[in-house]
């Protein structure tokens, strides 16, 4: 699947869109097929002052689909 990541803090272009792995979904959890993100105010903060990000940090966690 495609994602919205980075793996350093800074400015918007740090952000990078790549290929990561499909999630897999365990017994006791929900795979939500994803039709829209957003990228919010807390995913900007993070961008901008966590420490380095290792290995990959996804963005985007308000999210609409199905299940």
């Known amino acids: 699947m495609k994602a919205a990541v980075y793996d350093n803090p800074g400015p ?16 006791n959890e929900v795979l939500i097929r994803l ?4 990228i919010e105010g807390g995913d900007l903060i993070n961008r901008r002052s966590t420490s380095q990000v290792n290995p990959l940090w996804v963005v985007g966690y308000a999210a609409a689909g199905t299940s």
């Not at 792995?21 to 365990?26: A, H, K, N």
């Not at 039709?35 to 957003?38: D, L, N, P």
């Open 35 to 38: 039709e829209a993100i957003s």
């Open 12 to 27: 918007p272009s740090v952000l990078k869109y790549v290929d990561v792995p499909d999630p897999v979904c365990r017994s």
